[in-house]
């Protein structure tokens, strides 16, 4: 039946016998999803979300009923204080800017411990000068690589000694990166390192990719404020864009007057009809997550029995939907990342071409035939044109799909 998408029966044989060998990683991961629905399913009976929640406002968008419930249940569903969700935040990347911004004052010290951030904080940072980046505006900027894969407690401890740092910035997911994502247990184990050194740093958390991947979320483990991203794990593939900061009321309360403006804050944004959408793609969010989960994971199984290295390992504990495949080679990246694109629902004919995309320093390769443009948690698969040549592929908004996109995809590299 796979003929139609013209996939040879060599790889579905391939396939089909890793689905067996995956088999006991798809049941944690069901035990999961199921705790994590139960999660969500809670809070909407907790706050009584109700049919007028769906309820448009425009303009100032004062007292908007549904925004507010929104807010209230992603606070309760990461166990903090309070969150800010908002469709006026255009990607993850802008609240993560946002959040920057709101919290940094001129002469104060961002520090990131897990190396450089995602190439598109890159201006916003100022490591690619830019006269709107952070370090114009007089914030230092410093970080600390990772050493084998976990954080480098000896010298973070040194700089916190020896500077006054305001913000550490934790990136769990791996960017474009060789390095692993970052588990909770991970981020927790620094979290209390950090604060038993000093408990006035604000500890931020860039969390995208990883929601709903743990039983728990870094602002419920210690971290004071965290970011992400409504076109990956938490829209569930039908929040049209938006993206949310969680965690300690003071500081979700500064960016907001960031997003905005100082004395109006969160009491303005308009939801312009995106509540039920945003609702709906929360309660939809840990069944999508399970479903990008399996997916990765049957990929990694697949992609290493043809030999590429893969991380992380089918077997491996997740902290993130992202799949690395190493290919070392130009053709083999841009073939592999042209069948996930032929796959797709949306531009399947489309031919994926390595270009210069906004915010990135190389050329960029990326299928991603979605509903919604550049949601990471529809099927997607991009990586950099540079050494050595790695895809990252995450998402499926269903298993199913995700299996079929896989099998398009090894098809175009088998040999």
């Not at 995602?118 to 006269?131: A, F, R």
């Not at 004071?224 to 593939?237: A, C, P, T």
Request: hydrophobic share 40%.
């Amino acid at each position: 039946m796979y003929k139609e998408l013209g996939i040879r029966d060599e790889v579905v044989t391939l396939v089909n016998k890793c689905e067996e060998k995956v088999k006991e990683r798809f049941k944690e991961i069901d035990e999961l999803c199921d705790y994590n629905s139960l999660r969500v399913l809670s809070s909407f009976h907790k706050f009584e979300v109700s049919e007028s929640c769906f309820n448009s406002t425009t303009g100032y968008g004062y007292n908007d009923l549904g925004r507010d419930t929104i807010e209230k249940i992603f606070a309760d569903i990461f166990g903090c204080e309070d969150a800010l969700v908002r469709s006026q935040f255009i990607s993850g990347s802008h609240a993560l800017t946002v959040c920057l911004f709101g919290l940094l004052r001129p002469g104060d010290t961002l520090l990131s411990i897990c190396g450089k951030p995602y190439d598109t904080l890159d201006e916003v940072i100022g490591i690619v000068p830019n006269s709107s980046s952070l370090i114009s505006f007089g914030i230092k900027y410093d970080q600390i690589d990772l050493v084998d894969n976990d954080f480098d407690y000896d010298s973070i401890k040194n700089y916190i000694i020896n500077h006054k740092v305001k913000v550490i910035e934790i990136q769990r997911s791996k960017g474009y990166s060789t390095r692993k994502s970052l588990t909770i247990e991970k981020v927790e184990k620094v979290i209390n390192y950090i604060k038993n050194i000093d408990k006035d740093i604000i500890i931020m958390v860039d969390n995208c990719y990883c929601e709903f991947v743990s039983r728990v979320e870094p602002v419920a483990i210690g971290a004071d404020i965290m970011v992400g991203s409504l076109i990956k794990n938490l829209g569930g593939g039908i929040a049209p864009n938006g993206a949310y900061i969680a965690g300690r009321h003071d500081l979700v309360e500064l960016c907001a007057e960031r997003l905005t403006l100082p004395g109006e804050g969160r009491e303005v944004g308009p939801s312009l009809g995106i509540n039920k959408q945003i609702l709906q793609g929360l309660f939809m969010a840990p069944s999508v997550v399970a479903s990008a989960t399996k997916t990765a994971v049957l990929a990694s199984c697949v992609l290493e029995e043809l030999g590429y290295e893969v991380d992380p390992k089918f077997n491996e504990e997740r902290a993130d939907i992202v799949q690395n495949i190493t290919f070392r080679d130009p053709n083999k990246l841009i073939e592999f990342t042209r069948g996930i694109q032929e796959a797709s629902p949306i531009d399947s004919n489309a031919v994926v071409e390595a270009w210069d995309m906004p915010g990135y320093t190389d050329k960029v390769v990326m299928a991603a035939g979605a509903f919604t443009q550049g949601s990471s948690i529809e099927l997607s698969c991009d990586g950099p044109i540079r050494e050595p040549y790695i895809a990252y592929m995450q998402g499926a908004l269903t298993y199913n799909y995700g299996k079929l996109g896989l099998m398009k995809a090894v098809d175009k590299i088998y040999k």
